[in-house]
């Protein structure tokens, strides 16, 4: 299944005003949120609607929070303030959350590749060391192992000996 | 020999990290380069950080959620099984922070 983010930009549709949202995604995040409940279709196009009427709207109110801090990028700070300016602080929470674990995996990603890099062994090297290790680990134990079952091969034919030789001694008496 | 473990752990590690962000941009439903189209066909917008563009996606998931989950309770207070139109409607009339989009449902 292609993920939203293989659609070609600029599907056909042309037109700064007629952009919005790729009606796929949306359905499938209602699906999601209420499986038990159909949508209309008309339904599905006002909250589509909505959707760029709502990022306009916090975008416009961003844009403004930027120039008053004379700045030229918006930033996700000034995002946050809109939404907390236009009542819509609830949502604050969450989006922090996401662009802190977004942060946070960016940097885990550079931090952990930059030690690999540092060490100078590439990832098939360090995978075919694995290997050897493991291979070497098994040996080992399989090593010892044998020479357990070969001392107690040799403690039980001692006792086996050592019986007959018990049994044989009355006999000879017998005889 | 030990240095060579904590590496070949390291990179597990790394691959499940992999994996989370796999997860983590599941996350992100909606396009983040439409978005961003979106905030920049608005002539005032000059420039948006990707973080930026980000947040508001995730604002909009966000947005998007609240709106059909509030709905949904206008369908079943109605008994119906179908989400309409006017459970949307009823809906963006009562709750404040939904006053701007009074606009869009006349369109």
Not at chain 2, 1 to 14: A, G, H, R, Y
Request: net charge negative; charged share 30%; proline share 3%.
């Amino acid at each position: 299944m292609a993920s939203s983010s293989a659609l070609p930009p600029g599907d056909g549709k042309g037109e700064d005003d007629e952009l919005s949202i790729p009606r796929a995604a949306l359905n499938k995040m209602i699906k999601e949120l209420i499986p038990t409940v159909r949508v209309a279709n008309d339904a599905r196009e006002l909250i589509l609607n909505c959707c760029t009427e709502f990022i306009h709207f916090v975008s416009s109110e961003a844009n403004d929070i930027c120039n008053k801090q004379n700045k030229k990028t918006i930033s996700p700070e000034h995002i946050l303030a809109a939404l907390e300016n236009l009542g819509f602080g609830a949502y604050k929470e969450d989006a922090e959350a996401v662009l802190q674990e977004t942060k946070a995996v960016a940097a885990k990603k550079r931090r952990a590749s930059s030690r690999l890099e540092n060490l100078g062994i590439p990832e098939e090297e360090l995978l075919r060391q694995q290997q050897e290790l493991f291979a070497k680990a098994r040996q080992e134990q399989a090593e010892l192992e044998q020479q357990q079952w070969i001392q107690m091969q040799q403690a039980l034919q001692e006792q086996q000996n050592m019986l007959q030789q018990q049994t044989l001694s009355p006999e000879d008496d017998y005889s | 020999m030990s240095d060579v473990e904590t590496q070949s752990q390291e990179l597990q590690s790394q691959e499940s990290e992999k994996q989370a962000a796999n997860d983590n941009e599941k996350l992100f439903r909606l396009p983040l380069s439409r978005i961003k189209s979106i905030m920049k066909s608005d002539p005032d917008v000059t420039l948006a950080s990707q973080e930026a563009v980000i947040t508001l996606a995730k604002a909009t998931e966000l947005f998007i959620h609240s709106l059909s989950k509030d709905a949904v309770i206008s369908t079943l207070n109605s008994k119906r099984k179908t989400l309409q139109r006017k459970d949307l409607d009823s809906m963006l009339d009562t709750k404040d922070c939904y006053v701007f989009l009074e606009g869009t449902l006349d369109s």
